[in-house]
């Protein structure tokens, strides 16, 4: 039961509270799944950045920083 919570609040509460995830409206074909995936590939980049910031503000860094995001692409 534990280990259930735990991935609850390691994985599916990051992706709900840092990029929306239950409020997506992509619900056709493949499209969830997709999305899902590059979703997961963000938030292990953004793990692996060692900076002191939240992984919501380490997102909207990306967005308005283009070096910051190379940074993090530079990561993979």
Do not use: I
């Amino acid at each position: 039961m534990r280990d259930h919570w735990g991935v609850e609040n390691r994985l599916h509460e990051c992706l709900d509270v840092t990029m929306s995830e239950d409020s997506a409206r992509n619900r056709m074909d493949s499209r969830p799944q997709n999305l899902a995936v590059l979703r997961h590939m963000a938030l292990n980049v953004m793990r692996k950045e060692e900076a002191k910031m939240s992984q919501r503000g380490k997102l909207k860094k990306a967005a308005w920083n283009n070096s910051y995001l190379v940074k993090l692409l530079a990561l993979f």
